[in-house]
């Protein structure tokens, strides 16, 4: 039986990247979904391939009504919402903390943090009423360690997985639970994005960033958009019912430190600059 059978989702940025897996993934698994974006062509192309299973409707989610509106879409469509994923999110300015311009600050917190703040506090009341509901919002492994991330993009993630954990003790009282995810180095447009790239060119680089992240954990190849997906499947479904304030980091082992082979390698090294010789 499929994992979210007759459940109704919205995901947010849900044209593409992660949001698009999940859209792809969820409506495999049975649910109804709307997604919302400001993409507005790749939305209507998610309409195209999945037919009366996807709804699309522009949304900024740094907007309220927009926010309200795209919730009573879903309710007047479906009657019901089971699941919010906030996924919506940009990377923002990637330089010095004396050049980050106010209005880059302004943005990614307006997306990143409003923008999960907003969904949450016009999902809970339908959700509290149902006594049922799973709230999964985007954060980031910049969120909980230093140095994968801008400045402004991981303050504003690291304020997720808070107001991720503040809101869980909250709706938790009404059954409903909230956690967020933590993704690492996934292959998406939004890298590209970080270095000031336009959409169209930031997509041409997902490819060569396959192979960069393949070589930066423990894991040898980059993450997905899927890998991201299967995580907000679990969290969506009823196998983790009991599971609430919680940031589920799917990094490949990113933040576990530099590889065990480059540790073995530096240590071999600084032992030669010792002079100390190693026969084991």
């Known amino acids: 039986m499929s994992r979210l059978s007759g459940k109704v989702a919205i995901i947010t940025g849900g044209a593409s990247g992660i949001g698009r897996g999940t859209v792809e993934l969820f409506v495999k698994e049975g649910a109804s979904v709307v997604a919302a974006d400001l993409q507005d062509d790749k939305g209507a192309r998610l309409v195209e391939d999945f037919g009366g299973k996807v709804s699309y409707v522009r949304c900024d989610v740094a907007n309220e009504a927009d926010v309200k509106a795209m919730i009573a879409f879903a309710i007047e469509k479906f009657g019901r919402l089971d699941c919010l994923f906030n996924n919506a999110g940009i990377p923002g300015f990637g330089g010095p903390i004396a050049d980050t311009p106010v209005e880059e600050f302004d943005s990614v917190v307006a997306v990143g943090l409003r923008g999960v703040f907003l969904g949450i506090k016009h999902a809970a009341p ?155």
């Open 126 to 280: 339908i959700m509290c009423q149902q006594k049922s509901g799973s709230i999964i919002s985007t954060a980031s492994v910049a969120g909980i360690r230093i140095g994968f991330g801008p400045h402004v993009y991981s303050a504003a993630k690291a304020a997720v997985v808070q107001l991720t954990k503040s809101t869980a003790r909250e709706l938790g009282e009404s059954n409903v639970r909230v956690n967020c995810i933590c993704p690492g180095g996934i292959a998406t447009p939004i890298f590209g994005k970080m270095f000031g790239l336009a959409t169209q060119v930031a997509d041409q680089t997902v490819e060569p960033m396959k192979m960069a992240l393949a070589m930066m954990q423990p894991i040898p190849r980059a993450g997905t958009p899927a890998d991201i997906a299967q995580a907000a499947l679990w969290l969506a479904s009823d196998e983790s019912t009991f599971v609430t304030g919680h940031e589920l980091v799917v990094d490949g082992g990113i933040t576990l430190g530099r590889k065990w082979s480059e540790s073995q390698a530096n240590r071999q090294n600084m032992m030669a600059v010792l002079g100390i010789n190693d026969n084991k």
